[in-house]
């Protein structure tokens, strides 16, 4: 069965660092567009980054220099490095994996059952 995992969620205090990894259960994940969403408390789930198979990265623009996204294929892995986080960063992140990268949450067929991420201040 297809899954994707993530981890390295946790508690972080505003201005430290977190690394998410998301593993995927098989390597034509690699051929995929991987990416991340979040979603907060009471909000809509939101577009974070997305990587392509060609290893072009794209960003939620309020996120861009702080995040980064980037994947290991031998390793079928992505990650996606926080840095400088803020309370306002606190959410459920996703790891998600589609055909080609996009902002939607339609674009991505496959998604990780989340991992919390808190920074308190």
């Known amino acids: 069965q297809v899954h994707l995992e993530e981890s390295g969620g946790g508690l972080v205090q505003a201005g430290g660092s977190l690394r998410l990894s998301c593993a995927a259960s098989e390597r034509t994940f690699n051929a995929y567009a991987m990416g991340w969403f979040r979603q907060a408390p009471g909000k809509e789930r939101e577009f974070v980054a997305a990587?392509?198979?060609?290893?072009?990265?794209f960003y939620v623009d309020s996120l861009k220099g702080r995040f980064t996204i980037s994947r290991d294929k031998a390793r079928n892995t992505v990650y996606l490095q926080m840095n400088s986080l803020k309370p306002e960063d606190t959410a459920v992140y996703y790891c998600v994996a589609g055909l080609h990268p996009g902002t939607r949450t339609s674009d991505y067929a496959y998604w990780g059952q989340g991992t919390q991420v808190t920074v308190s201040s």
């Open positions: 990587i392509n198979s060609r290893e072009t990265r």
